[in-house]
């Protein structure tokens, strides 16, 4: 194979980046997950009042306003004083001193304390095996928790065995054909898409998008997003005919359900954009990448990390159908926001680096 310019590797680059952002989408939404279950959680104090004391349900409702307000840090001081209450009053073998430490580690891993969330989340599960036995539902969940922080700090190998005895337990408990088993089910695909081992990520994706289609609908958001990153197997695959017919699909779903000028809608314009690039079909990329330029300056200014990423390809699509003016006139619009951090072949790994 002749070796790639760095045109092309920066081409390839910042495709990876946009895929891996794609890809890893499930990691970075659990952090808002997290930060929400912590805080409906806490809301939910009232209903254990009964059996705690009155301080201890103050605090507990302390972290979900703290956390609304975005003062994550300020609800992790008090998430660990309801800990240490907590612990006081039942002892640190208790399910109570489990969940307190669950939603102590919420809080570590939204803040980026990665390390401390793992050693939490491993108390967390200690106990929940000792009291309720290795093969209860909430160990899963444990189990989950822990490995999407794992994924959130890049270490995807660590994570996968920890998601495959949260996928026996639930395919045990709830089902093989549940969505909960589809949602630990598509957190195992995403690690085995970010080591490229495609051709088992696909089957997990598959089997995740039967299930979503079966139990949500075909309609649903979750049915698009396991099209998604089924998409992205075959993109990395170069089948892609197959990856434009799946992710074409998911653009109609999320156009329906959220409209055109939703971001995740915008983002699926994007992927296509990706695949129209490498068919060849730089008219329709340049299309693509001009509709999510427009979408993201608008949106999020000019500080978004992707729009580097999105004017590069644009740039590209423009050179690539001989449109030199139109593609130098991008480039000094974008020439003074370009850093050194911008990704290029040399420092990425080939074709795919998580959403």
């Known amino acids: 194979m002749r070796p790639k310019s760095r045109v092309?590797?920066?081409?390839?680059?910042?495709?990876?980046?946009?895929?891996?952002?794609?890809?890893?989408?499930?990691?970075q939404v659990w952090r808002a997950i997290g930060t929400i279950g912590l805080l409906l959680i806490s809301a939910s104090a009232g209903a254990r009042a009964r059996a705690e004391p009155t301080d201890l349900a103050s605090l507990r409702q302390r972290v979900g306003v703290l956390v609304g307000e975005g003062d994550q840090e300020g609800a992790l001081r008090v998430a660990q004083t309801v800990v240490a209450r907590v612990t006081a009053l039942h002892g640190p073998d208790?399910?109570?001193?489990?969940?307190?430490?669950?939603?102590?580690?919420?809080?570590?891993?939204?803040?980026?304390?990665?390390?401390?969330?793992?050693?939490?989340?491993?108390?967390?599960l200690a106990i929940r095996e000792s009291q309720l036995g290795p093969h209860?539902?909430?160990?899963?969940d444990v189990l989950l928790a822990?490995?999407?922080?794992?994924?959130?700090?890049?270490?995807?190998?660590?994570?996968?065995?920890?998601?495959?005895?949260?996928?026996?337990?639930?395919?045990?408990?709830?089902?093989?054909?549940?969505?909960?088993?589809?949602?630990?089910?598509n957190e195992l695909g995403v690690c085995l898409f970010v080591k490229e081992e495609y051709n088992e990520a696909a089957t997990v994706f598959e089997r995740c998008l039967v299930i979503q289609e079966k139990t949500l609908g075909p309609m649903h958001p979750d049915?698009?997003?396991?099209?998604?990153n089924l998409g992205h197997v075959y993109r990395?695959?170069?089948?892609?005919?197959?990856?434009?017919?799946?992710?074409v699909r998911a653009y109609g779903i999320f156009s329906e359900a959220f409209g055109k000028d939703h971001e995740v809608t915008v983002d699926s314009v994007d992927d296509m954009g990706l695949i129209w690039f490498l068919e060849g079909n730089y008219e329709g990329a340049e299309k693509c990448f001009g509709r999510v330029l427009e979408f993201r300056r608008s949106h999020f200014g000019e500080d978004d990390p992707q729009i580097t990423c999105t004017a590069n390809l644009l740039i590209a699509a423009y050179r690539a159908q001989g449109k030199e003016a139109e593609a130098d006139a991008l480039e000094q619009v974008f020439a003074s926001t370009k850093t050194d951090s911008t990704p290029t072949g040399e420092d990425t790994p080939k074709e795919i680096n998580n959403k």
């Open 146 to 185: 822990s490995a999407e922080v794992l994924q959130v700090d890049s270490r995807h190998g660590d994570a996968i065995p920890l998601l495959q005895r949260a996928i026996t337990i639930r395919e045990d408990k709830l089902g093989p054909k549940h969505p909960g088993t589809a949602d630990a089910l």
């Open 8 to 27: 092309c590797c920066q081409i390839d680059a910042d495709m990876d980046l946009l895929t891996t952002q794609r890809v890893n989408t499930a990691a």
């Open 94 to 124: 208790h399910l109570e001193t489990a969940r307190s430490l669950c939603d102590e580690a919420n809080l570590h891993a939204a803040i980026g304390s990665y390390l401390e969330a793992q050693r939490l989340y491993t108390r967390a």
């Open 136 to 140: 209860d539902p909430s160990v899963a």
């Open 223 to 228: 049915t698009a997003r396991a099209l998604t």
């Open 236 to 247: 990395q695959r170069e089948n892609y005919e197959k990856a434009e017919m799946l992710v």
